[in-house]
C-alpha cells in the first residue's frame, strides 16, 4: 500500500541520516509534558506555554530543539532524537509524556506515529504550515498525511496556514491566531525616568541601542539629517561596547560640533546636548520607555540585531531596524506583516525613515500595532492549557 512504501522509504533514509542520540537525565516523578521546536525561533514562542503549564498544572516541562534554550524551574531541554522507528520508541519510554504539543508545522513522522500508538495525545499551536525535519524532505508516498492523521487538533495562525494543514491531511485544523509570548516589557527605575523625561521635556527623542562601531557612523549621519528637520531632536546613542563611550563622545565633537554628554560620567542631556551616549548600566527598559523611536543595532551593518524587537514593541516605542534579523527573522516578520516596524536597507535609508518617523502620529501608529502584537495570543494560550488541564484530567 501507498501508506506503508511511504513509510519504509522513509524509515530508510533514517538509517542513514541517524546521528548519536543525547544522553538523557532521569525522568522526574509526576505529570511530563513535551513541547516540540524545530529552531529556536519557535521556541521562544513556547516559552510563555511552558511557564504558565509548569505555574497552573504543576507539570515539568520537556522541551526539545536542537538548539539551545532559556529555561526556568521545572523545565528540561532535550535535542530531539534521530527521527527512526528505535529512537522514537526509546525516546516516549523514557520520557512518558501525558501530552505532546508541536509548535509551527514540523513533522517527525517516526515519532509521530510512535506516540499514535501510545495513544499520546498531539497537538499543534502556532501552526504555519506542515514540513519535514530537515535533512529527510524527500517523497513519501502518503507520509504526512498519515503523521498528521495521529494529530488530536492544529491551531493554526490563519486561514492560509490552516488550508495548508487541511490539504496535508490533518483531521482537526482550527484558526486560533498565535499563542501568548513572555512580556518583554523591561524593568526600570520610575524616579529616574521622571527626571529624565523632565529633562528632556518636549524635545524629539529618538534611541539607537546596541550600535556596533561599524554602524556608529551611520547613526550619526542618520542623526544628521534629522537635525534639519527637528533641530531640538535629541539622540540616546548605546553603543554596543560600553568602553566606547569616552571615544565616541570625543569623536562626535570633533567631527559635528555637537554637545555630548555621557551617562557613564553622571552628565545629564540638557537644553543644548545633541547626543547623550548610554554608556554605564544596562538601562534598556529605561531608554525604550523615553524615545518615542528606536533604532535596533547590528541589523543594518552588524551580525545581526542584538536586542527582541519585541522589547521596545512592549513599550511602546516604534521600531526601525535593517536587514540582518539575526536571530529574531521570525519575530521582524510578524512586525512587518503587521505594520508595526520599518525596515531599511541601506544607511541612508536609516535617515530618511528617522526624519519620517519624527512626525508623532507615524511614529505612534507604528508604536501602537507593535504593542498590539506584543500582547495578543493570551486566548490561544489559555485554551492549550485548557486542553492539557482536560489531557491529565482524563477528559480530553
Known amino acids: 500500500m501507498a501508506l506503508s512504501l511511504g513509510r519504509t522509504l522513509y524509515n530508510l533514509t533514517g538509517r542513514r541520516?541517524?546521528?548519536?542520540?543525547?544522553?538523557?537525565?532521569?525522568?522526574?516523578?509526576?505529570?511530563?509534558?513535551?513541547?516540540?521546536?524545530?529552531?529556536?525561533?519557535?521556541?521562544?514562542?513556547?516559552?510563555?506555554?511552558?511557564?504558565r503549564l509548569v505555574e497552573e498544572l504543576g507539570v515539568t516541562v520537556l522541551l526539545t530543539c536542537p538548539d539551545a534554550v532559556p529555561l526556568t524551574a521545572d523545565m528540561l531541554h532535550q535535542p530531539p532524537p534521530p527521527d527512526t522507528p528505535a529512537e522514537a520508541r526509546a525516546f516516549l519510554a523514557?520520557?512518558?509524556?501525558?501530552?505532546?504539543?508541536?509548535?509551527?508545522?514540523?513533522?517527525?513522522?517516526?515519532?509521530?506515529?510512535?506516540?499514535?500508538?501510545?495513544?499520546?495525545?498531539?497537538?499543534?499551536?502556532?501552526?504555519?504550515?506542515?514540513?519535514?525535519?530537515?535533512?529527510?524532505?524527500?517523497?513519501?508516498?502518503?507520509?504526512?498525511?498519515?503523521?498528521?492523521?495521529?494529530?488530536?487538533?492544529?491551531?493554526?495562525?490563519?486561514?492560509?496556514?490552516?488550508?495548508?494543514?487541511?490539504?496535508?491531511?490533518?483531521?482537526?485544523?482550527?484558526?486560533?491566531?498565535?499563542?501568548?509570548?513572555p512580556s518583554a516589557a523591561l524593568s526600570y527605575h520610575e524616579p529616574e525616568r521622571a527626571a529624565l523625561a523632565a529633562l528632556m521635556a518636549t524635545r524629539p527623542v529618538w534611541l539607537a541601542v546596541d550600535v556596533p562601531a561599524a554602524e556608529e557612523a551611520a547613526v550619526i549621519a542618520a542623526h544628521r539629517s534629522a537635525l534639519r528637520l527637528a533641530h531640538r531632536l535629541l539622540l540616546i546613542l548605546v553603543p554596543q561596547d560600553p568602553a566606547r563611550g569616552a571615544e565616541l563622545a570625543a569623536a562626535i565633537e570633533a567631527a559635528e560640533g555637537w554637545t555630548v554628554a555621557q551617562r557613564g560620567l553622571d552628565q545629564e542631556p540638557d537644553a543644548e546636548t545633541e547626543v547623550y551616549i548610554a554608556d554605564s548600566a544596562v538601562e534598556y527598559g529605561l531608554w525604550y520607555r523615553?524615545?518615542?523611536?528606536?533604532?535596533?543595532?547590528?541589523?543594518?551593518?552588524?551580525?545581526?540585531?542584538?536586542?527582541?524587537?519585541?522589547?521596545?514593541?512592549?513599550?511602546?516605542?516604534?521600531?526601525?531596524?535593517?536587514?540582518?534579523?539575526?536571530?529574531?527573522?521570525?519575530?521582524?516578520?510578524?512586525?512587518?506583516?503587521?505594520?508595526?516596524?520599518?525596515?531599511?536597507?541601506?544607511?541612508?535609508?536609516?535617515?530618511?525613515?528617522?526624519?519620517?518617523?519624527?512626525?508623532?502620529?507615524?511614529?505612534a501608529r507604528l508604536a501602537q500595532a507593535a504593542w498590539t502584537l506584543a500582547s495578543d495570543g493570551v486566548e490561544?494560550?489559555?485554551r492549550v492549557v485548557d486542553f492539557a488541564r482536560g489531557v491529565l484530567d482524563g477528559e480530553s
Open 17 to 51: 541520516a541517524s546521528g548519536i542520540e543525547a544522553a538523557r537525565p532521569a525522568r522526574p516523578a509526576g505529570d511530563l509534558i513535551w513541547l516540540h521546536a524545530a529552531e529556536l525561533g519557535c521556541a521562544r514562542g513556547l516559552r510563555q506555554l511552558a511557564l
Open 380 to 382: 490561544v494560550t489559555d
Open 94 to 181: 523514557h520520557w512518558a509524556p501525558a501530552l505532546a504539543i508541536i509548535a509551527e508545522g514540523e513533522v517527525r513522522p517516526a515519532l509521530m506515529l510512535e506516540a499514535a500508538e501510545r495513544r499520546l495525545p498531539m497537538i499543534m499551536v502556532d501552526a504555519r504550515a506542515p514540513f519535514l525535519l530537515k535533512a529527510r524532505e524527500g517523497w513519501y508516498p502518503g507520509l504526512m498525511r498519515q503523521a498528521l492523521q495521529s494529530v488530536r487538533q492544529v491551531l493554526a495562525v490563519d486561514e492560509a496556514a490552516a488550508r495548508a494543514f487541511r490539504r496535508a491531511g490533518a483531521p482537526e485544523v482550527a484558526v486560533s491566531g498565535r499563542m501568548e509570548e
Open 290 to 363: 523615553l524615545a518615542p523611536v528606536s533604532y535596533l543595532g547590528g541589523s543594518l551593518l552588524g551580525e545581526g540585531c542584538a536586542r527582541n524587537p519585541m522589547e521596545p514593541a512592549a513599550l511602546g516605542s516604534a521600531i526601525i531596524y535593517g536587514p540582518r534579523p539575526g536571530g529574531y527573522g521570525s519575530v521582524f516578520g510578524r512586525l512587518g506583516a503587521a505594520q508595526a516596524a520599518r525596515a531599511v536597507g541601506s544607511a541612508g535609508d536609516l535617515g530618511d525613515a528617522l526624519s519620517d518617523l519624527l512626525a508623532p502620529d507615524r511614529a
